[in-house]
């Protein structure tokens, strides 16, 4: 009955009832419904906020192994709220979360690891968890993972998987990795130099509000012919996110290069 109120399925939604069918089965000790009632005190949701009382639930969800608890248990101790600040603490429930291949603690404890926040720092085993979250559709942790690949940094360097990492998020309208896309084809590193799908690129990431983006908009346009230019608007204006990426027309090689 809690989904179907907090969902306003069959029902008219109604936070508060959901919360109270959530506190019943909190009460009888089932994980997930200790886990909604610590995340509804967390946000506030149909109850007044009581961030003390949410890590008390939580907690009691995540020792019976509820990932979802687990990474927000760790966001509790991460940010100080409800519970005294440990950075070391939330690392490791984040740990059990990743574990259990929930990909927003995977990115999280990327995170940690990348800066040696309650961890000690190591960039491989911050791209490994990364990795996962990107595999597990996390599109921050996608672009985090392209820029690993495309620096070198954690992991071997390869242009491939950097533009194929980069491209998964850019399509969930990242604009940080369409830009990234759009260095790689104004620079040729892993796909040859297009300066019209770096300037549909650039497009699509200065409009998600990417600011270096705009900048480099105004130098690519100089570098383009007019059809060129014009060829680059239409492909960014048709482009919605979600959609793959623009991509240019075949067109026919010149009379000189076509086999006889």
């Known amino acids: 009955m809690g989904v179907l109120y907090e969902k ?10 959901a919360f109270l069918w959530f506190l019943k089965a909190a009460k ?29 639930w939580l907690r009691k969800s995540a020792e019976q192994d509820n ?3 687990q990474f927000q248990l760790g966001m509790l101790y991460l940010a100080g709220l409800g519970v005294k600040q440990d950075s070391r603490e939330a690392s490791g429930w984040f740990y059990k979360a990743a574990k259990q291949d929930y990909a927003r603690a995977q990115y999280q404890l990327s995170l940690l690891l990348r800066a040696g ?3 000690n720092q190591t960039l491989v085993a911050a791209h490994y968890w990364a990795l996962r979250a990107a595999q597990g559709g996390h599109t921050l942790a996608q672009f985090s993972v392209s820029g690993d690949f495309y620096y ?9 998987e950097a533009y194929k990492w980069a491209a998964k998020a850019a399509e969930s309208g990242n604009a940080a ?8 084809y104004l620079l040729g590193k892993g796909v040859p130099i297009d300066l019209v799908l770096a300037h549909v690129l650039s ?3 200065a409009a998600a ?6 900048i480099q908009l105004s130098s690519i346009s100089d570098r383009l012919s007019t059809s060129e230019l014009a060829e680059a608007k239409a492909l960014a204006a048709s482009w919605k996110v979600g959609n793959p990426l623009p991509r240019r027309a075949a067109r026919a090689k010149p009379a000189s290069t076509r086999m006889l």
């Open 152 to 160: 070198g940094q954690g992991t071997p360097q390869n242009y491939a």
């Open 203 to 205: 497009s699509l990431a």
């Open 8 to 17: 306003g399925q069959g029902v008219t939604q109604d936070y508060y009832q």
């Open 28 to 56: 009888q000790g089932y994980a997930d419904g200790q886990a909604r009632v610590g995340f509804m005190l967390v946000m506030g949701q149909g109850v007044e906020k009581d961030q003390a009382l949410a890590a008390d």
């Open 209 to 214: 509000g990417y600011a270096d983006a705009t």
């Open 67 to 69: 990932k979802v608890a």
């Open 177 to 184: 990795s369409a830009f990234l896309l759009a260095d790689m």
């Open 117 to 119: 926040v309650g961890v």
